[in-house]
Every structure is written in structure tokens, then in C-alpha cells.
């Protein structure tokens, strides 16, 4: 709820404090008074375009202050951008416009970016009049307040959206790295293959080249084997010789000790021969020279080499490679299968959605035929007999379906028996605008909005009963919220609770704007005024009294 409005040195207005209560509260005052600054005031405070036109002539900046009585939507609002109001607290907003241009915002002393200040703004006030397409005429917002009226669970709705929208991201991450992975698949399954072809060993190539190395030398080394074996082995080699004298000495040596030690020392040498008869005999088949078994040794080990380069690593890296291209082709088929689940759970969200979306319209229809009912209700008593309003639900095309369904919903009317249906600011006049304004508001007045609400001039062209049923209708909604008024009517005049006179003088030099409160006598004499025009007579007097009275 507004509570104060400071205003210095914004267009005709020079100092201007005010106060505000709850309940009706209306501002009256001749055409040119001024009321219209009155309100682009309130409107800077609340974000509007900082205009430097609206700095008073002389002056080098203009500030307006509004203090507001924040509910705790509005204070979880501010929480979310670090302004912390404590409960029962005021709200303070201040707004400067420099006359050189530029503007700078504040709430709670604490400065703020314009565009807070509008969202901040929206929350605190809501204002109608005949040329607001912010408010009731503005059809973005006309699904929203049918939700609020139908108090439908639109968080349902926006939940499997959600889930929705995530499960079809996660399949489009999906889809992206399998189609990445797609493009090298020819090349990982040939790799791959050759890979599990060629079967590499951890330390093959050391082994190969070591095997390789020993036939190489075993050709060099050939003749000399051969040789050293001939004088050796056989008959007539020198391990049989030496087993022929072992045997001799064998029956003389119990003859002398030094003869039992020399049988000794000839059975060791037989030993020793024997093993390296053995050794000897390993070498050369350990060198056996083999031109096929050489050859395919080093069609092995280059292969080796080759393969290794041609990956770019190290031979003992090959196994190590073989594992890891294994791996990513499992993956990709993983991936496969993976899409395939993705896609279920992203149908199944969808479906999910749907149901969801659908039911939301089921229950805006409902809501949509309760609304109309509403609406045509208040249109008799202001004048609009003929009239008729319909709240119009048409399907968007999938690409706009969002969190908050799949529904577009516009207040639409028709002023004449027969006339087709249109949007409210194309199709009524100003004064039939108004009164649907104020039909639908009243409608809606049930279901909450901001706490401060201002029609300005929404009673312009009517009077008599039209202007009384206005007047009764905005006397209801402000037993709910706070209301407040720009008007012409004195029948609207006479029904509010706190009365503000806007009046402009001039000193010959300079013109001004001020707003003073009305009090019993000064009340009757501007409604009284209002009946009357120039000349205030005592019939209007009269007639002012029974206004007043009657409210």
C-alpha cells in the first residue's frame, strides 16, 4: 500500500508531500490542474521512462519519493536482489531525473537498476485508464489474470514443462555427441580391427628384436660353433678322451693319493665339459639360423613399428590403444542405446506435459465461463446493456507452448447486438472503455492484485447513474485494496474516504501545482463546484450534500 508521495521540482510542481490511507481515495481538480503530473510522478517512481522534460523549468534535477507498505511477496522479491526489508518495515523508493538527462534509482537507500524498479513497480501498483496498455488492455497479460481468477494450479503445468523441456535437451545433447562420434566410427572400427588383428604384446618389441639380434649373430657365429663342437663331441673329441683316461686312472688310483686327487680333478673336468657341451649345444640352436623364421621375425617387428607410428605412440603403447578404441566403440553403442532411452523418457515427459496442459485448459474454459458471467453481471448497471465480453481461449502453435500452457487468452468485446467481437482498446470508445475496465476489474477485484490501485479518469464521459454505479463499484473494491482515483465525476467524487484537491496558481512570474487535503466543507464545496462549473451555486451546494450524504 502507498502510504507518502514526496515530489520536488518534477514540471509544475515545485515541493509536494502527501499522505495516503487506505480505502477510496480521489483526486479532483479543474482540466489543466495538474493531475496528470501528479501521476507521471507516481509513475517515476515506480520505473517509468526517466523523461528530463519532466524536471521542472530551473531546477537541476527532480527526485520523487514513494514509501509503500511492501507485502511479503514484494519483500521476498527484494530478498532475491539483496535488499532485505524486515517485517512491518516501510518500502522506500526514490527516484532522480537530472534536467542534463540520465536517472538513478533507489530502494531502500540502496541503488538499483531501472528495470527492478519496474518489476518492484508492478507489484506494488497497478494503474488503469483509457490509454494504459499496460494494464487490463494489454493481452500478454490476460492469461495470467484468468488463472488468478480461476485460481488454477498453473505450477503443475509449469513443472512438466520443465521436466519436458530437460528430457528434449539432454536427447539434443545426445543426438550431437552421437553424430561427433558417428563421424570418426569408420575410422575406430578399422583401427580398432587392425588392433584386434594384429594382437600387440606388452614388451614385444624387445622381445622381437632381441630374438631377431640372436639369429643374426647365430649366421656369424655358425662356423666357429661347429668347430669348438667338432673338438668336443664325438669319438675322437676331447670329452671322450677325457671319460677314456678318467676310466684308466680309475683302476690305478687306490695306488697313491696323488692318483686318487688327479681322478678327482678329471671327474670334475668331465663335469664341466659336459656342461658346456650342453651350453654349447643351446647356443647353437638358440642361433640356429632359419632364413624363414629371421624373416618372419622382422615382419613382425616392423609391422610393429609401422602400426605404432602410425598411431603416433610407442610400440608398448599399442595394447595399451587397442583397449581404449575398444572402449569408445563400446560407448558409441552405448550411446545408441542410450538415444533410444533419452527419447522414451523426452515422449514420455512430453505426454506428461500434455496432460497436464490439457487439463489447465479444461480448467481455464471453466474459469473463462465464470469470468464472462462475472463481467456481463457489472455491465448493466454501467450503461452497457448491449454489450457483450467474452474471455476468447485459442490453442498457440507448439512452438509457443510454454510453462504456462498451450492456451492464448484475450478479453475480447463487442458493443453492439451483432457486432463482432474485437480487443477492448479497437472496439469500445473511451467511455464504454472505462466502464469495462472498471466490470472487469471488479470481476477480478476477488482474486488479489497489487495492494494499490489507481483508475485514472475512468469515469470520463458518463454521468448520472452511469457515474453513481461507478462511484458504488469502486467503493467495493476499495473495502479490499487501496484506491485511488483522478476524477470528473462528482457523483465518484462524493464516495471516497480521503479527498485531494489538485489545483494550479501563478504569481504572474512563476505557475505552480499543489495538492491540498479536503476536509468536510472544502469537500462539499468542490463537489458542489464539480456539479455546478464556475459559479458555485447553492442548488449545487445542496446537491453536494446529498451526494455526500447518500455515500
Known sequence: MLTALSIRDVVLIEALDLEFGAGLGVLTGETGAGKSILLDALGLALGARADSSLVRQGAAQAVVGATFAPDAAIAARLAENGIEVEQGEPLL???????????????????????????????????????????????????????TFGRLDVAAVAAAHAAWRAAEDALADAHDAAEAAMRDRDWLDHAASELAAFAPEAGEEAKLAEARADIQRGARLADDLATIVAHLAGGEGAIAQLRQAARRLDRIAPEHALLAEALAALDRAVIEASEAEDRLAQADSAFAYSPERLDGLETRLFDLRALARKHRVEPDALPALAQELAARLATIADGETRLVDLAEAAETTRAAYEAAAAALSVARAEAAARLDAAVAGELAPLKLDAARFRTMIAPLPEAQWGAGGRDHVEFEVAT????????????????????????????????????????????????????????????????????????????????????????????????????????????????????????????????????????
Open 93 to 147: 523508493i526514490r527516484r532522480i531525473v537530472k534536467a542534463d538527462g540520465g536517472s538513478r534509482a533507489f530502494l531502500n537507500d540502496q541503488p538499483v537498476a531501472a528495470a527492478l524498479l519496474r518489476d518492484i513497480g508492478t507489484m506494488l501498483v497497478e494503474i488503469h485508464g483509457q490509454h494504459d496498455d499496460r494494464g487490463l488492455l494489454n493481452p500478454r497479460g490476460h492469461r495470467a489474470l484468468l488463472d
Open 416 to 551: 453492439n447486438p451483432g457486432a463482432p467481437f474485437g480487443a477492448l482498446n479497437r472496439i469500445a470508445s473511451g467511455g464504454e472503455l472505462s466502464r469495462f475496465i472498471l466490470a472487469l476489474k471488479v470481476a477480478l477485484a476477488e482474486e488479489g492484485g497489487a495492494a494499490t490501485i489507481i483508475f485514472d479518469e475512468i469515469d470520463r464521459g458518463v454521468g448520472g447513474a452511469v457515474a453513481s454505479a461507478i462511484g458504488d463499484r469502486l467503493a467495493r473494491l476499495a473495502r479490499r485494496t487501496q484506491l485511488l482515483v483522478v476524477t470528473h465525476s462528482p457523483q465518484v467524487a462524493a464516495r471516497g474516504g480521503a479527498h485531494l484537491l489538485i489545483a494550479k496558481c501563478s504569481d504572474g512570474l512563476v505557475t505552480r501545482t499543489g495538492v491540498v487535503r479536503l476536509d468536510v466543507n472544502a469537500r462539499r464545496e468542490e463537489i458542489a463546484r464539480m456539479l455546478s462549473g464556475a459559479t458555485v451555486t447553492d442548488e449545487a451546494r445542496a446537491q453536494a450534500d446529498r451526494l455526500l450524504e447518500a455515500a
